[in-house]
Antibody, heavy 120, light 106 residues
């Protein structure tokens, strides 16, 4: 049974870079059957898709984040990461990593989420 | 970006009720629409993908229908575990979500 777990700092200063890692247990991100995505949720608000990476390293990002976002494979075969530069208070949110099947697209396995607060 | 508008925003219902939530898209999403359930403090849970396909282990009282720009999620016989917030999502890039529909106890 695959499980995903987000990790990283819970507090980031404005203008700095938010960095999160998603560790996948019970599966490998190199499987061609899946893609790996980041989604966030502002406190008490709706969901916002940030981007995804597939098994070959191809990425697709939400244009609203312009050039601030990078999703990449981690240093081990069971991790992928999110970097968001030049953060502001508007980036304060719960960040979820998730896995979707290529044949279905909609993510069906999610991490529990991690709250990142942007504040000085 | 494709905007998704859910209605109603809040729905009060009783156990056993048939509940319908609507999701309207600002342009056609074909059949690339999913539905999620989210409970407080938890990650969303996929219920329905590609408009009407039931995700594994999701009870059959959940069903989805629609096409193009108008979609519905129906819960046939609301159970106590179903009181939650429901989101639709379209997955033409960039993916977008509806604003959510909270189903609470009448």
């Amino acid at each position: 049974q695959v499980q995903l777990q987000e990790s990283g700092p819970g507090l980031v200063k404005p203008s700095q870079t938010l960095s999160l890692t998603c560790t996948v247990s019970g599966g490998s991100i190199s499987s061609g059957a899946y893609f790996w995505t980041w989604i966030r949720q502002h406190p008490g608000k709706g969901l916002e898709w940030l981007g995804y990476i597939n098994y070959s390293g191809t990425t697709n990002y939400n244009p609203s984040l312009k050039s601030r976002i990078t999703i990449s494979e981690g240093t081990s075969n069971n991790q992928f990461s999110l970097k968001l530069t030049s953060v502001t208070a508007a980036d304060t949110a719960i960040y979820y990593c998730a896995r979707g099947r290529v044949s279905v697209a909609a993510p069906n396995k999610w991490g529990q989420g991690t709250l990142v607060t942007v504040s000085s | 970006d494709i905007q998704l508008t859910q209605s109603p925003s809040t729905l009060s219902a009783s156990v056993g009720d048939r509940v319908t939530i609507t999701c309207r898209a600002s342009q056609s999403v074909s059949s690339w629409l999913a539905w999620y359930q989210q409970k407080p403090g938890k990650a969303p849970k996929l219920l329905i993908y590609k408009t009407s396909s039931l995700e594994n282990a999701v009870p059959s009282r959940f069903s989805g229908s629609g096409s193009g720009t108008e979609f519905t999620l129906t819960i046939s016989g609301l159970q106590p575990d179903d009181f939650a917030t429901y989101y639709c999502q379209q997955y033409n890039s960039p993916w977008t979500f509806g604003q959510g529909t909270k189903v609470d106890i009448k």
